[in-house]
């Protein structure tokens, strides 16, 4: 047995392992919050850590994804880097996400009272208000990042770790996350309890969290066990849990929600997106609803392209060329990530 020594946010942290093993599975392990945005299947580089002591040499698509220089400057992948003695890995600190939330509740007749949780399960982040149900204040909201992505950015990646690691792993980790969160809020608003909840996902989110297995989701016909539109085997805050239904195996409940919080059915002709890792699309015409969805997160978040990543602090976000000038601009106003000034923790591997 050998010992790990996890750097991350001036903390360290020193834990078990064993020779041969992955240190990505001991980051997902000890840090849930690590990702892996293609599901350690080694294609997009970009679960680099710094690493020193005792490990097997990197093969060859570290070398690939890498480069010559940042492997000799101790860059790793942690989902091919393999323990053979005592080490020390250094995660980059990323800082904290900006995740942020607009709501106006919409007008309708209330004839509930209490309070209540809604809960929207994204692939990529979760939200959780408290809501005062006689008035329809938001007394209390809590925004992160799923805490399912060490298994993968996209839902086809969470769908097959589920064969890998198990679909308790994967429903446990979701349900606890939104249990703490709820909490969270209850303490801030001052509540003991809540009458029921709600909620709501793309129908991949909705399966893990129910603990129904969504292998047929990934192969055609994507048949599914569930469209839900029930109550939840699982309590939130101890009170009951209700998922709405989905209309297809893609156009999950959260754009169900949307559409009956749009009153998109009021008349005319009306279009209602939501630009999600799972991107949805629906179309109220002539007293018909029409829907469709897509796989946007490759666009908007990068896990599946070489040179990609989210709109966090350092991604470009404009490029501008002018009498043989080329400029740019990033989020956050800050370095570029592909500079070379930062080829360390760089997000793109191949620049």
């Known amino acids: 047995m050998f010992e790990l020594t996890i750097c991350t946010g001036g903390h360290r942290r020193t834990v078990p392992a064993e020779a041969g ?21 080694h294609t997009c580089g970009k679960c680099r850590v710094h690493v020193e002591g005792a490990v097997e040499p990197a093969g060859e698509s570290e070398v690939h994804l890498l480069g010559a220089q940042a492997l000799a400057d101790g860059v790793r992948l942690a989902c091919a880097c393999r323990i053979q003695g005592d080490a020390v890995v250094t995660l980059h ?5 900006k995740i942020v939330a607009w709501y106006k509740t919409p007008d309708f007749e209330r004839t509930e009272s209490g309070c209540g949780f809604a ?6 982040t979760v939200a959780v208000q408290l809501i005062d149900r006689t008035s329809g204040a938001i007394l209390a909201e809590r925004l992160a990042e799923n805490a399912q992505r060490g298994y993968g950015a996209d839902v086809i990646s969470r769908i097959e770790a589920c064969k890998t690691v198990g679909l308790d792993v994967l429903s446990d ?11 969270e809020c209850l303490r801030e608003a001052g509540i003991s309890h809540v009458e029921e909840s709600v909620v709501t996902g793309n129908s991949t989110m909705l399966h893990l969290y129910e603990g129904l297995d969504p292998a047929s989701l990934a192969v055609v016909p994507f048949d599914v066990q569930s469209y839900f539109g029930c109550y939840s085997r699982r309590t939130l805050a101890g009170s009951p849990v209700y998922l709405p239904r989905c209309v297809g195996a893609y156009v999950g409940a959260d754009i169900t929600c949307a559409i009956l919080a749009a009153d998109l059915m009021r008349g005319g002709i009306q279009l209602l997106t939501d630009i999600g890792t799972n991107g949805e699309m629906a179309l109220a015409w ?14 908007f978040e990068g896990a599946g392209l070489s040179c990609g990543m989210p709109a966090a602090p350092g991604a470009i976000r404009t490029v501008t060329e002018k009498n043989g000038t080329v400029t740019y601009e990033t989020v956050g106003e800050e370095p570029a990530c592909a500079s070379a000034g930062q080829a360390f923790w760089m997000r793109c591997p191949s620049c």
């Open 21 to 41: 093993q992955l240190v990505s599975d001991l980051l997902q392990r000890y840090i849930p919050s690590f990702a892996l945005p293609c599901a350690g299947n």
């Open 93 to 97: 600190d990323e800082g904290t996400s």
């Open 119 to 124: 809960v929207d399960i994204g692939t990529t």
């Open 173 to 183: 980790r979701i349900s606890e996350q939104i249990e703490g969160m709820a909490q």
């Open 286 to 299: 002539n007293g018909k609803l029409l829907c469709c969805a897509t796989a946007a997160g490759p666009a």
